[in-house]
């Protein structure tokens, strides 16, 4: 059978259109049922605390629900692998915590590749870190314990939600800068690593204020220091670190949202404005500042974007560090990853694009960063 030229490129016109169609399809559709939220920590921690929050809103904003799945394990790499995988129709979704592009520097292998494997939402808030430690350690001040654990060399150890959360680089910057014989244990999330200061089985802990803001309020941990610039909310009465005499060591982390590569722009699209929307509102904002986040709600194009270019030498790369840091950065081992990752610590609020670092060594290990290492609490 014969087609004529005019009906076939009519057929031909049609097909052609059925792409856009099917997208326009996808987004007036969106959700078609419940949607994954996966958090890779245990219940507890900043991330899994925001999520939660956003999971419910979320929920109400898009008609069908969106549930909070913990897939903890790795320092996030086992739940961040999974929805790497996943099928990009917007039906899962990560809430990513700031180690989301730490890790890839910090292990040999990890499941993702943090930039191709996944496409931003949106950079949703901000949080600090806190000092905690077990009450029967006999330090009131920050001061105080800097000099407990130089008098015991070998004898404290802190624990995090994680190697490569900023928890853990806090920390790092903690042991370096004051040359203290410190042990790191990684936890699963930083309900975890609380719960380890609140039991003595690890008497210091670097952590986020969410997890920890009960328990300082029941006096099972005491608060010696936050490493935000200002005091945080929830803890008024609690110094920032520069207030305690050591401002150089400095950061705070982040919760963003991504979702698969390949995802639908028409989805992500649905999805920022909603967060955005949810965000905004007086009653969350509120929520979220008694908890101790600070709201960025970015664009997916600013959520993608670091501040500073991709460095392509380590000279690049500290050019923004203070010189005793990039003294410490010169040396091999954990002294290199470590300071290099918490000078860049500081900034990684706006930081999505993970940067390199020297391979770890057995130095490395020890302190908990590398592929092949594993703590128990």
Known sequence: MRVSRRKFLYLAAAAAALPSVSRAGWAQAYPSRPVRAVVAFAPGGVTDTFGRLMAQKLTEQLGKQVYVENIAGASGNIGTGQ???????????????????????????????????????????????????????????????????????????????????????????????????????????????????????????????????????????????????????????????????????????????????????????????????????????????????????????EFAAPPISRPNSTQDALRDCEPIERRRAFNEGVEQCCSYLACFGRHSACLPLPYPCKAPTISSRRAGIGSGFTSTP
């Open 83 to 301: 929805v790497a995988k996943a099928v990009p129709d917007g039906h899962t979704i990560l809430f990513a915590f700031s180690s989301h592009v730490v890790n890839p520097t910090l292990f040999a292998r990890v499941p993702y590749d943090a930039v191709n494997d996944f496409k931003p939402v949106t950079l949703a808030v901000a949080s600090t870190t806190v000092l905690t430690v077990n009450p029967a350690v006999p330090a009131k001040t920050v001061k105080e314990l800097v000099e407990l654990i130089k008098a015991n060399p070998g004898k404290y150890s802190f624990g995090s939600a994680g190697a490569g959360t900023q928890a853990h680089l806090a920390g790092e910057q903690f042991r370096l800068l004051l040359g203290l014989d410190l042990v790191h244990v990684p936890f699963g999330g930083g309900g975890p690593a609380v719960a380890a200061v609140v039991a003595g089985h690890t008497p210091i802990s670097f952590g986020s204020p969410q997890a920890a803001m009960q328990h300082v309020k029941e006096g099972t941990v005491r608060a010696l220091a936050v490493t935000s610039k200002r005091r945080s909310q929830i803890f008024p009465d609690v110094p920032t670190m520069t207030e305690a005499g050591y401002p150089d060591i400095e950061g705070d982390s982040w919760v963003g949202i991504l979702v698969p590569a390949g995802t639908p722009a028409d989805i992500i699209t649905v999805l920022h404005r909603e967060s955005a929307k949810i965000l905004a509102q007086p009653d969350m904002k509120e929520r979220l500042a008694t908890l101790g986040y600070d709201v960025v709600a970015s664009t997916p194009e």
